[in-house]
């Protein structure tokens, strides 16, 4: 985005302001866990009982460490695997989005954006209503 000499940037309006992107009156609202995991493999047998006693609609695991090739088995009882990131030539790192069984969502693809070990993301959209 430039700005002219003549333009003023308080009153310049984006695509990404927040009222363009967020609903500022929700119908839904959601409850969502977002851990660093170094290693989901690890925690999957800790992570059971945390997520039994909540009712999280989605959860952002930073730091899976799942290849391309083991990412399918990467899976959380009554979660979706909705998106995810796996480095491909440096090892660990990666992040994943599950979504609650029965929780409409949409992948959004942000792999253009990923550059591994300095930018790995993913995004989902969750509808407001």
Same mark, same amino acid.
């Given at each position: 985005?430039?700005? !002219? &000499?003549?333009?003023?940037?308080?009153?310049?309006? $984006? #695509?990404? +302001?927040?009222?363009?992107?967020?609903?500022?009156?929700?119908?839904?609202?959601?409850?969502?866990?977002?851990?660093?995991?170094?290693?989901?493999?690890?925690?999957?047998?800790?992570?059971?009982?945390?997520?039994?006693?909540?009712?999280? !609609? &989605?959860?952002?695991?930073?730091?899976?460490?799942? $290849? #391309?090739? +083991?990412?399918?088995?990467?899976?959380?009882?009554?979660?979706?695997?909705?998106?995810?990131?796996?480095?491909?030539?440096?090892?660990?790192?990666?992040?994943?989005?599950?979504?609650?069984?029965?929780?409409?969502?949409?992948?959004?693809?942000?792999?253009?954006?990923?550059?591994?070990?300095?930018?790995?993301?993913?995004?989902?959209?969750?509808?407001?209503?």
């Amino acid at each position: 985005l430039e700005l !002219s &000499a003549s333009e003023n940037p308080a009153k310049r309006t $984006t #695509p990404n +302001t927040v009222d363009q992107i967020c609903d500022p009156n929700p119908t839904k609202v959601y409850d969502i866990f977002v851990i660093n995991t170094q290693s989901l493999a690890d925690k999957l047998d800790e992570l059971g009982p945390i997520l039994d006693n909540e009712n999280y !609609s &989605a959860i952002c695991i930073c730091e899976h460490w799942y $290849t #391309p090739d +083991t990412i399918g088995y990467a899976r959380i009882r009554g979660y979706i695997q909705a998106a995810t990131y796996c480095r491909t030539v440096q090892t660990r790192g990666g992040v994943a989005i599950y979504v609650k069984e029965g929780v409409n969502f949409q992948t959004v693809n942000v792999e253009q954006f990923c550059v591994e070990k300095h930018c790995e993301i993913v995004a989902i959209n969750l509808p407001f209503s």
